[in-house]
Nanobody, 127 residues
Framework: QMQLVESGGGLVQAGGSLRLSCAAS????????IGWFREAPGKEREFVAA????????YYADSVRGRFTISRDSAKSTVYLQMNNLKPEDTAVYYC????????????????????WGQGTQVTVSS
């Protein structure tokens, strides 16, 4: 089993920044691709960003590209999501997830690629 714990959410004004953290414990963190997803009220969970187990080129949803940056620190078993120039439409519960050991059967934007999920952290952007 792997446990994932998100932190760093909060309330911020439009144009502001937040950095989310996803701390992992349990299974070997470095083997897995890590993704961030978000779920707004009344909407389906959607892909935000992902990074492969090898830390190669990151993946981003079009809606956040250029504003969000995903990174991983394997020594700390932590993945970060730096969110800049936040907009009210970024308001959601943000979840991190792990899956696709060594890249096997891993499609970064596909929810079913992920086996382990955190509990989520709320991000609220006021206008």
């Amino acid at each position: 089993q792997m446990q994932l714990v998100e932190s760093g959410g909060g309330l911020v004004q439009a144009g502001g920044s937040l950095r989310l953290s996803c701390a992992a414990s349990g299974r070997t963190f470095s083997r897995y691709g890590i993704g961030w997803f978000r779920e707004a009220p009344g909407k389906e969970r959607e892909f935000v960003a992902a990074i492969s187990w090898s830390g190669g080129s990151p993946y981003y949803a079009d809606s956040v590209r250029g504003r969000f940056t995903i990174s991983r620190d394997s020594a700390k078993s932590t993945v970060y999501l730096q969110m800049n120039n936040l907009k009210p439409e970024d308001t959601a519960v943000y979840y991190c997830a792990a899956g696709g050991a060594y890249g096997n059967n891993w499609s970064p934007g596909r929810i079913t690629s992920y086996d382990y999920w955190g509990q989520g952290t709320q991000v609220t952007v006021s206008s």
